[in-house]
């Protein structure tokens, strides 16, 4: 990474910058009739129908949205993200020497890997609709990546211009306005397209629904609630005598020491009760709410371990529609906001910055060589760079295009 500072700068007031034309000055107080969402966490007021509060914290409680949030925040975390530079050919090559190869690929800043970052950022877009880091430059050019709290930041529009103002509400920093250039923005979709709407906020009905079930099904179970069974006993048996049977019943066969032999006595009879309709219909509803939150994520149910429906034949398939229709979003969204932001105006025309979701797609290993068989026959690859894309070392005259099947030379390297 270039840069003459031994250290990177400190981010409060000394580093943070106001964005051109903007005074140093107290940002406005939201008014009553339009109060920054902050504000209903804190007071709770985003409450569902279900009458319990449903915020980032809470949803992440649930175990299927915490599932759907990790799946997307993990996968744009662990795949590879390059730097590079547009050949006069058209061709593209890794620039590992521009200062924004190292901060998405090996490290962010000092104490947090690029993937740890990534994983953060998209983490916080999912759940608050904002993933935001600032960009500490040193000489104009990027040297560190810091991330920024989302409920410590208001983004309200540009009267004239439309363009996002950021401001921090927290800290020494409090109602600072930062340089929008130097705040790289993950954003969920939203209609303004400025701010990003919060998954949860919007879906806090559906969540909700899965947390009161979750919760019901704990209580429910944590005594062994559910009778398994019914003690009868004659009409003549005096009430301490049945509370004495109860109670000798349940030390018997309550909790851990369920599914031993039972014992009644006093002339009681023992009726066992099979699942109701009503119990089958509650898990219907868990399973539907586990459906609805992958229908919030775009998530296939399979990645958030529902195999329900899941056979041998569809769950590559599944895979396949993830990286399309789900993850690529984010991908492109990372793309985008890293070349706006972390390149000049003048480098965006050579360098650009990419995923390899290669990994994602791998097909089962025979499927995997035909494909590679057939690109080198078609000269489409070479031998060599399918070695490379397998992590194997290229051999002399690997690097020739030509059809094996139908070169002698070829057949002779």
Not at 5 to 26: C, F, I, M, R
Not at 276 to 300: G, H, M, N
Request: glycine content about 8%; aromatic content about 8%.
């Amino acid at each position: 990474m270039t840069g003459e500072a031994s250290s990177p700068p400190p981010l409060p007031s000394s580093t943070l910058t106001l964005a051109p034309g903007v005074e140093a000055k107290a940002a406005p107080i939201s008014g009553i009739a339009s109060p920054e969402p902050w504000l209903f966490d804190l007071f709770a007021a985003h409450q569902a129908a279900a009458g319990i509060a449903v915020t980032p914290r809470s949803a992440m409680q649930c175990a299927p949205v915490r599932c759907a949030v990790q799946v997307i925040a993990e996968a744009v975390g662990q795949l590879p993200l390059h730097v590079y530079a547009r050949g006069q050919d058209g061709a593209k090559d890794r620039d590992v020497d521009h200062p924004a190869y190292a901060l998405l690929h090996d490290a962010a800043n000092d104490w947090t890997p690029a993937s740890v970052f990534r994983e953060q950022i998209t983490r916080d877009a999912l759940l608050h609709g904002d993933g935001l880091a600032f960009i500490v430059r040193v000489d104009g050019r990027p040297f560190e990546l810091a991330r920024l709290n989302p409920e410590a930041v208001s983004i309200t529009p540009d009267q004239m211009t439309g363009e996002p103002i950021y401001t921090l509400n927290a800290g020494s920093d409090a109602r600072r306005v930062l340089a929008r250039q130097d705040v790289l923005h993950i954003k969920a979709p939203s209609l303004d397209g400025i701010k990003g709407e919060s998954p949860v906020r919007q879906a806090r009905e559906a969540i909700a629904l899965a947390l009161v079930m979750e919760a019901h099904a704990a209580r429910m179970f944590a005594n062994g609630a559910r009778p398994s069974g019914l003690l009868a006993f004659p009409s003549d048996v005096q009430p301490k005598a049945i509370e004495n049977a109860r109670a000798a019943w349940q030390a018997m066969n309550a909790g851990t020491k369920g599914g031993g032999t039972a014992v009644v006595a006093g002339g009681a009879s023992y009726t066992p009760l099979s699942l109701t309709s009503v119990d089958a219909q509650f898990l219907e509803l868990r399973k539907f709410a586990i459906e609805e939150i992958a229908r919030i994520y775009r998530v296939p149910p399979m990645l958030l371990m529902d195999y329900g429906r899941a056979t041998w034949a569809n769950g590559e398939e599944m895979g396949r529609q993830f990286v399309s229709f789900t993850l690529m979003r984010w991908l492109k969204a990372w793309e985008g906001e890293v070349r706006l932001k972390l390149f000049t105006a003048e480098e965006r025309a050579t360098y650009f910055a990419e995923f390899l979701t290669d990994d994602l797609l791998r097909g089962d290993l025979a499927s995997r060589m035909k494909a590679y068989s057939n690109a080198i026959a078609a000269r489409i690859l070479s031998p060599n760079e399918a070695r490379a894309a397998e992590n194997r070392q290229p051999y002399a005259g690997g690097d020739t295009f030509a059809n094996p099947h139908t070169s002698t030379e070829a057949a002779n390297v």
